[in-house]
């Protein structure tokens, strides 16, 4: 095991190679004393090399290597990319110092605001500053780095008057917090949305408030259609170019160049997706986070950061307020409300009760006596007479949760269900196709491999084959789905039978007359700690898409009534559910309520980090059990410790595998802080 000292002794020799070879043969060569420091974050993700290297500048970079621009250094004999972090008249290291290389441009593109906020979520994540930098600032682009810097269009609308921020006297504590961001003060909310359409305009007058008070804010949204809702409306609020969309849609360049508008200080206002979060808006005032529970949020690339802990340790830095929510809510909202961290922004019960769906249950008694498949059924014939009778007023939808046809089969005799070689499961694509495997495709015939029979039994209803079924049940009536890569963004409201998956689901111009929520037991019995939660978090994401109670909107689940997540949908009260959700993960000591990290590898990867790795006192190490199904090698750990000391399990963890890349050692290893699955 590597101890800190020698730790700091490798990184300093490390320091010292650099010098030796980092002199620029475009800079003459003068005397270190006389030269200024720049203090240089490299773009290197190696965990024992995580901390800012000094250079030296010459005096032909001195007007330049401004705090917070790219620059080029020799590391260890390599010309590699850096962000200079700060300049000092001297330097700590005791050792011969290199030479900066070149300025890549001048442009500083770094933030302090930004790098310290990268620092907190690598150190958060036990991270590398690098990989953090990696998300937060594009790729540069030289033709658009050199366009002139431009003023500010048209000055900052005035505070929304009390007619126009009319939706947030809904709620009832929403005019006092649109006044306290107009006034300066930062409000830090968890908000639980009215169903229905209007939750762009909502968060755009929450911005216009901030604008007002002359402060920035930050929107991140979870997809491309719901960023397309939300420029429409903050570019009604807030005027022309006043804010600026930030996609991977966009291509580079002009990424950038929205980008570069936003490092300027020429646009005060971002929303865009997971990676706008480390957006460097100047003098921020708000951060808004919509549908917070989305996967979408959380970053697949190490070190896999969620963007609502990126989002609330960048508005407690920066001293901003915070709208944290969406139609549901998570146990990690529940516990910043317990916290005090936040302040709940909600509706009282009456005004929901009008705002939202009449929601029914297939299985209740009234439905029984009516039709005894009620409970069994796939399409009951409640869900079958609701739709019906909606059609006659407007489009119904239909939300699936599997794409494709058949998503799993069985012998239609002898009940078995069929396997791939790999071990993958049976999928049926279409109604004349041939079985194929979901892992690698291949082909696998339709004859059963025990009894030898040709016939099929569906096991999992996709959409497809669901649309397929209603197209049958109401002839004359257009069957429309959406999912996967064919997602559609609105419907007319004309009479129409909508299947989408979850997330898939398009606007109806006046809102859907009705929506039947199918297969409630594939969302419910998946085998993660977030089953309930995520499953409640579709069905209020959908059922908010239908009209109000008042306007004659149904909703039909079918569901077993008896679960919370179904009697949350009944009551829409996301709120109890949460509550009940963080009580019943504290009591078993599960995220949030504690801190986990996911180690997922081999065998001897994971025990080297361990032994590298000074846990907490407290820390439990579970495991091991399978990693992955199509890599019997691979297996994962988990490590859990009180909240309290999350921070010392990121900084055991970092500095394990600093010492083990100290070492050199090889092997498959991912470290993964507040995992997203358990399992």
Same mark, same amino acid.
């Given at each position: 095991m590597v101890s800190g000292e020698q730790q700091a002794d490798g990184a300093a020799a490390g320091q010292v190679r650099a010098g030796r070879k980092g002199r620029s043969v475009r800079a003459p060569r003068q005397p270190a004393a006389s030269l200024p420091v720049a203090r240089v974050a490299v773009e290197i993700s190696l965990p024992n090399l995580d901390r800012p290297f000094d250079y030296l500048v010459p005096d032909t970079l001195a007007e330049a290597a401004v705090p917070g621009c790219r620059v080029r250094v020799r590391f260890a004999g390599r010309l590699t990319g850096g962000y200079l972090l700060e300049r000092a008249a001297a330097s700590e290291h005791e050792g011969k110092l290199g030479y900066l290389e070149r300025v890549v441009s001048p442009e500083p593109v770094l933030t302090p605001e930004i790098a310290g906020l990268a620092r907190a979520v690598a150190d958060r994540y036990g991270g590398t500053l690098a990989d953090v930098l990696r998300l937060a600032i594009p790729p540069r682009h030289a033709a658009v780095e050199s366009r002139p810097a431009q003023a500010v269009q048209g000055p900052a609308r005035e505070a929304p008057a009390a007619e126009a921020a009319q939706p947030w006297d809904r709620y009832e504590a929403g005019l006092l917090f649109l006044r306290a961001l107009a006034d300066g003060r930062s409000p830090r909310a968890v908000w639980s949305a009215l169903p229905g359409p209007g939750w762009p305009d909502e968060i755009a007058l929450a911005v216009a408030a901030a604008a007002a008070s002359g402060r920035g804010a930050v929107i991140v949204v979870p997809d491309a259609r719901d960023l397309e809702r939300l420029d429409a409306a903050?570019? *009604? !609020?807030?005027?022309?170019? =006043?804010? /600026? $969309?930030?996609?991977?849609? &966009?291509?580079?360049? *002009? !990424?950038?160049?929205?980008?570069?508008? %936003?490092? !300027?200080g020429e646009v005060p206002v971002v929303a865009g997706t997971r990676s706008a979060a480390f957006a460097p808006v100047a003098d921020l005032g708000l951060v808004v986070l919509w549908d917070e529970g989305d996967d979408l949020h959380a970053e697949p690339r190490a070190p896999y950061p969620h963007a609502r802990e990126v989002l609330a340790i960048r508005a407690h830095r920066s001293r901003a307020g915070a709208l944290i929510g969406g139609f549901a809510r998570t146990a990690e909202a529940a516990l910043l409300l317990s916290g005090r961290w936040?302040?709940?922004?909600?509706?009282?019960?009456? %005004? $929901? =009760?009008?705002?939202?769906?009449? /929601?029914?249950?297939?299985? @209740?008694?009234? +439905?029984l006596a009516r039709d005894e498949a009620a409970r069994s059924a796939r399409l009951p014939s409640l869900a079958l007479r609701t739709a019906r009778d909606a059609l006659a007023t407007g489009p119904v939808l239909v939300q699936v949760p599997r794409q494709g046809y058949l998503a799993a089969v069985a012998c239609e005799r002898c009940r078995t269900q069929p396997r791939c070689h790999c071990g993958g499961p049976a999928e049926l694509p279409g109604p004349a196709a041939a079985l194929r495997c979901g892992w690698c495709g291949a082909d696998l015939g339709r004859r059963c491999a025990t009894c030898g029979h040709d016939g099929l039994r569906a096991l999992i209803t996709g959409a497809s084959r669901t649309a397929e079924e209603l197209t049958r049940a109401f002839p004359g009536v257009p069957v429309l789905t959406s999912g996967g890569t064919d997602v559609l963004g609105h419907v007319a409201a004309e009479p129409a039978m909508v299947v989408a998956t979850p997330g898939a689901e398009p606007v109806a111009a006046a809102g859907y007359s009705a929506a039947v929520l199918l297969d409630g037991w594939a969302l419910l019995g998946r085998a993660t700690l977030r089953a309930a939660e995520e499953a409640l978090r579709r069905w209020m994401n959908a059922a908010a898409l239908v009209r109000s109670s008042a306007a004659g909107g149904t909703v039909v689940v079918v569901a077993d009534r008896g679960l919370p997540a179904v009697q949350a949908l009944l009551r829409w009260d996301p709120a109890t559910f949460a509550d009940r959700e963080l009580a019943a993960r504290a009591e078993l000591r599960f995220p949030p309520a504690a801190r986990m990290a996911a180690l997922t590898g081999t065998e001897d990867t994971i025990r080297?980090? &361990? *032994?590298?790795?000074?846990?907490?006192? @407290?820390? *439990? $190490?579970?495991? #091991? %059990?399978?990693?992955? +199904?199509? @890599? #019997? +090698?691979?297996?994962?750990?988990? %490590?859990?410790? #009180?909240r309290s000391e999350g921070a010392d399990l990121a900084a055991a963890l970092h500095a394990g595998q600093a010492a083990r890349t100290a070492r050199k050692e090889a092997g498959q290893l991912r470290v993964q802080l507040d995992p997203g699955a358990l399992v």
């Open positions: 903050l570019a *009604e !609020r807030l005027g022309a170019g =006043r804010h /600026v $969309v930030l996609s991977a849609g &966009l291509g580079p360049a *002009e !990424r950038y160049r929205r980008w570069l508008s %936003v490092a !300027r936040a302040r709940p922004l909600a509706a009282s019960r009456a %005004v $929901v =009760r009008a705002a939202a769906p009449n /929601v029914l249950h297939a299985g @209740d008694d009234p +439905e080297a980090l &361990l *032994e590298s790795s000074t846990l907490p006192r @407290d820390a *439990e $190490v579970l495991g #091991p %059990v399978p990693g992955g +199904e199509q @890599d #019997p +090698e691979v297996i994962r750990y988990l %490590v859990r410790v #009180p």
